[in-house]
């Protein structure tokens, strides 16, 4: 079996429910994603590759979403991700009636040590979530933050200063 197919099927067989947390971060290990200690990764969590980073501390809860196939997501230390959220971090130029997906656009994530993602926002290609950021439920997070704020809305915006 070569690298990548082993790679990918890290990868799924993570996800499960099944697999015990401790368990879940030796397998990402052997998949080549970087976890820094007491990182905990529940199940459901999709990946689409190694090109992962979490810090020390991090939390992701149920159910996210990790689109890293073309691009790395990094996310650092004492952050906290809620379920069902998404990062992005490939999109597409529109293209001819025939597809109207044309040309991708990688870019990646970045989340910084400390932030807070509530449940079932996303973070599009791109985007940096600076430190100390809260970005709530439901946001859709197009450009990139500035450090201790609380962002809010379709698209997200800055609705406060945090302390």
Known sequence: MNRISLTRRLLALQASAFIHS???????KMAD?????????????????SKFEIGEGSFINQG???????EWVR?????????SVNLITSAHEI??????????????????DGCW?????????GVNAAK????????????STK??????????????DLD
């Open 33 to 49: 994603l970087i976890i820094g200690s007491n990182a905990r990764i529940l199940s459901g969590v999709f990946f689409s590759s």
């Open 95 to 112: 293209s001819g009636p025939e597809c109207r997906a044309g040309v991708q656009h990688p870019r990646p994530v970045t989340i910084e």
């Open 117 to 125: 993602l509530g449940a079932a926002c996303t973070l599009l290609p």
């Open 147 to 160: 450090p201790n704020g609380l962002y809010l809305g379709v698209p997200a915006v800055r609705v406060r």
């Open 132 to 143: 100390g950021c809260v970005i709530g439920a439901g946001a859709l997070v197009t450009k």
């Open 64 to 70: 996210c979403h990790i689109d890293n196939t073309n």
């Open 75 to 83: 996310i650092g230390r004492n952050v906290q991700i809620g379920p």
């Open 22 to 28: 401790n368990t879940r971060t030796r397998l990402l």
